[in-house]
């Protein structure tokens, strides 16, 4: 027996219109759109029971506007929206009970802004800030009571060819180190049991 594994319209030898999917046990995989081999339009996934697993479009063969995941039992995963095929704007993750996990904010593909992490009961586990994708400013971590872990600060600086073990001549690679006031709590009393300063990643202080 053979199986449909695809089915769908050439234009000039190139993929055009409606393209449906299947899986291998027959049932529609995801449908998709071209236009003369571009990926265009709605392109909608989907889980084996026929469930939304994946949704979203694509202009000129990128992502484009928002796209949204989910679980299988049909709460959402993840939503978020592209821009010429990179992430832009807020993004969300989700756990499955339908409470936001990550809640980040992306420019041109790239994290910048607040990022923050939550346990599925809803409390504050992670806070912080990126910039072009590298940690910044204040960073805080929580258990799942609320209580304060840690507290650190990062700073981006350029990584010179001192304490880089590869050379790239001419050039300096931006990194994200501690740089500022640090805390550290104990998890059995939430005392401070660490504290300090660190200047560029260097630790000063006790």
């Not at 029971?49 to 992502?63: E, H, R, Y």
């Not at 939550?118 to 910039?131: C, F, N, R, T, W």
């Not at 010179?160 to 931006?174: A, C, K, Q």
Request: charged content about 25%.
């Amino acid at each position: 027996n053979t199986t449909l594994e695809m089915i769908g319209s050439f234009v000039q030898g190139e993929q055009n219109g409606e393209w449906n999917y299947y899986f291998s046990s027959g049932e529609l995989s995801y449908t998709a759109h071209f236009d003369k081999g571009s990926r265009t339009g709605n392109w909608i996934y989907y889980f084996l029971d026929g469930s939304t697993f994946k949704k979203g479009s694509f202009k000129n063969d990128l992502k484009t506007g928002l796209w949204t995941t989910n679980y299988e039992n049909g709460k959402r995963l993840m939503t978020g929206s592209y821009n010429n095929g990179l992430e832009q704007g807020e993004w969300l993750n989700y756990w499955d009970n339908g409470t936001i996990k990550n809640q980040a904010l992306f420019k041109s593909g790239v994290l910048n802004g607040e990022w923050k992490s939550y346990s599925p009961e809803g409390i504050l586990l992670l806070s912080g800030s990126y910039k072009d994708g590298l940690k910044v400013k204040e960073w805080k971590s929580f258990d799942a009571k609320g209580h304060l872990l840690t507290l650190e600060n990062y700073k981006v600086v350029k990584e010179g060819h001192e304490s880089s073990e590869i050379v790239v001549l001419g050039r300096n690679v931006p990194v994200s180190v501690l740089h500022g006031k640090f805390e550290a709590y104990s998890e059995l009393d939430y005392t401070l049991k660490a504290s300090g300063v660190y200047k560029k990643g260097k630790k000063n202080g006790t």
